[in-house]
């Protein structure tokens, strides 16, 4: 069997190195030492100022929302994970979708002045696969219009643009350090901004809006993580040099069997670097995906349609909208196995299959 994801485990010993001294120190939760120790490392590998870790992604969007105090309607892309969604509703304002780039596949910054309104308050894009947003435009119009930005960057770990590090744009950009994410403490998530005040801001909102033991300065909540989730993210960030020559390796021989195949690959940013965090293609046709998807299946090799079907027309709390590139990709994208422990010999096997349903 071939599972579209198999998260990454480091040696059973390197994480139970960390457990001791949770033992020792009895020290389990609330901004430990190995939280702390997390947030440190993190900054340097990703050259950033400031970060805070957090209970997971969903939370890390939701707290980026509150601390940017904003309302109304906020312009978004229907071609990400529901949460990107979920949380501007959940944070009592509006989505509102932009049509997606049907090159890039994230939102089409030039879409975005006209869906302006005397209610919008922000941008929240999500950097597709990775792959970087026009940052540079959708900094302009939101300067140009007074609005904050937000990147969902759950996908986009270690991808650098410009010299630097993806998460430096925007007022504030979150990852995801969700077990299926490229790297991973189990469950978490970042919150990242270049501001201090809104650092101190969301690190009060990360801890119930405390500022001393009976005093509150925010409405909070919690989102903090525990010392448990802090030990996997630092035995796994031993292994990131590993994990991104391993993903490029298989990215690579996708490419070179799939040379052939009937599929695009998103295109991505030509200054940015690359984390190859999914493997995604675009096929000619549902109809085809849905073949392709079946003739996998019978050989146990399990593919995802990722993001499927458009969050402008799935959920239930949002009115339903038909967005041409959007519902047209959203049905033609299939995301193919990728992670540490896939062998060449199994990429070969997926892609002869492919092969073979484009030629029956
Ligand atoms: C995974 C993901 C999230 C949510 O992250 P969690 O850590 O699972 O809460 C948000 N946005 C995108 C684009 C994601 O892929």
Same mark, same amino acid.
């Given at each position: 069997?071939?599972?579209?994801? +198999?998260?990454?485990? &480091? ?10 001294? *949770? ?9 430990? &030492? ?6 440190? +490392? ?6 950033? +100022? ?23 309607? *906020? ?27 049907? =090159? ?7 879409k975005i002045e006209a869906a302006i309104t005397k209610h919008t308050t922000a941008i929240l894009a999500t ?11 959708? =900094?302009? *119009? ?128 030509? =200054? ?7 493997? &995604?293609?675009?096929?000619?046709? =549902? ?38 590139i959007t519902d047209d990709i959203s049905k033609r994208v299939l995301c193919l196995p990728l992670y540490v ?20």
């Open positions: 069997m071939i599972p579209i994801t +198999k998260p990454f485990l &480091p040696k059973q010993e390197e994480y139970e190195a960390f457990l001791k001294g *949770i033992w020792q120190r009895q020290w389990l939760t609330n901004m430990g &030492p190995l939280a702390n120790e997390l947030e440190m +490392k993190l900054k340097n590998h990703l050259k950033l +100022k400031h970060l805070l870790f957090v209970t997971n992604g969903t939370i890390a969007l939701q707290m980026a929302i509150k601390a940017l105090n904003l309302k109304g309607e *906020i312009i978004t892309t229907p071609f990400s994970f529901v949460a990107s969604t979920s949380s501007i509703v959940w944070e009592g304002c509006e989505p509102v979708f932009v049509d997606i780039d049907n =090159e890039s596949l994230n939102i089409d910054a030039t950097h597709v696969y990775g792959n970087p947003c026009d940052v540079l435009a959708i =900094e302009k *119009i939101a300067k140009k219009h007074n609005l904050k930005v937000i990147y969902d960057g759950a996908h986009a770990f270690g991808v650098e643009i410009y010299g630097k590090s993806i998460f430096e744009y925007g007022d504030i950009s979150t990852c995801s350090l969700h077990a299926t994410k490229l790297y991973h403490s189990t469950e978490g998530g970042l919150v990242v901004t270049k501001d201090p005040d809104l650092l101190k801001k969301m690190a009060y909102i990360r801890n119930f809006g405390f500022v001393g033991p009976e005093t509150f300065a925010e409405l909070g909540i919690n989102g903090k993580n525990s010392e448990f989730h802090a030990a996997m993210g630092l035995a796994n960030l031993e292994h990131i040099q590993t994990i991104h020559q391993k993903r490029k390796e298989l990215t690579d021989s996708y490419d070179e069997h799939l040379n052939h195949f009937k599929a695009f690959k998103p295109k991505w940013h030509s =200054e940015a670097s690359i984390n190859y965090a999914y493997y &995604p293609i675009v096929l000619e046709s =549902e109809a085809f995906l849905l073949k392709c998807m079946e003739d996998l299946k019978s050989k146990e090799i399990y593919s995802r349609r990722y993001f499927y079907p458009s969050l402008s027309m799935a959920l239930p709390y949002v009115k339903n909208e038909s967005l041409d422990d896939l062998s060449k010999e199994e990429i070969a096997m997926i892609c002869s299959v492919l092969l073979s349903s484009q030629n029956h």
